[in-house]
């Protein structure tokens, strides 16, 4: 079974997407986290998201890991352990300019297909109930205020890096990444037909992993 949990960037899609494949017993896919890898990557071998030709060959190379760790699950590229490097703004910014590359999006389509082959996935992202798995049995697409998005993403980030970072910054960023991912040309950030849409404002997280639960369990 597929569950597939998408919506824009700070709206807590992740740690509710951990909450609710722990409660099934499901396994947890973050695409994000695959972009951001990939993001990374190119930008540490000087590989622009233009460049076509070497984004081919650097994704030879690309092995994106998701290992399971005592404090928790850790993103590795190959044989290093990223997962506080893709976690900064400027890589989500980077990873959401990837994004629109319609050859990394086939490429990781693929990628995340191959992963869930024949088992229970939570599957989180900006697409995954509308282009990666547009047969899941259960979508649902969670929203909120961009002042609480910016809120919840600053808290997240200091507890990530340890470090204060302005609101008001991560508001502008968050702004343009939703313009970036709502705009471009393949596979634009928007809710699948059939998807539960949760306005998560002014819920908690916890409230939300229980809605989500809830309705799951009594469809």
Do not use: W
Not at 3 to 27: L, R
Not at 78 to 91: A, F, K, L, P, Y
Not at 180 to 199: F, G, N, V, W
């Amino acid at each position: 079974m597929i569950i597939t949990i998408d919506g824009p960037a700070g709206v807590g899609k992740g740690t509710i997407a951990k909450i609710v494949s722990k409660t099934f017993g499901f396994k947890y896919l973050d695409s994000g986290a695959m972009y951001r890898a990939l993001a990374l990557f190119a930008d540490l071998n000087g590989v622009s998201e233009k460049d076509s030709s070497k984004l081919k060959k650097i994704l030879i190379d690309l092995h994106i890991r998701f290992v399971d760790h005592e404090e928790g699950e850790r993103v590795l590229i190959n044989t290093d352990d990223v997962t506080e490097d893709i976690r900064t703004n400027e890589i989500s910014t980077l990873a959401s300019k990837f994004a629109a590359n319609d050859f990394v999006r086939t490429i990781l389509r693929e990628m995340q297909r191959r992963i869930v082959k024949n088992k229970d996935y939570i599957a989180e992202g900006r697409d995954m109930g509308t282009y990666v798995f547009p047969d899941a049995k259960y979508k649902f697409y969670l929203d909120a205020d961009l002042e609480i998005r910016a809120k919840r993403r600053s808290l997240q980030l200091k507890e990530i890096l340890g470090i204060n970072i302005n609101e008001d910054k991560v508001s502008r960023e968050i702004d343009e990444r939703d313009k970036l991912d709502m705009t471009r040309k393949s596979c634009p950030l928007h809710p699948a037909e059939d998807a539960i849409i949760i306005d998560t404002t002014s819920m908690s997280i916890n409230e939300v992993a229980s809605k989500i639960e809830s309705m799951v369990k009594n469809a």
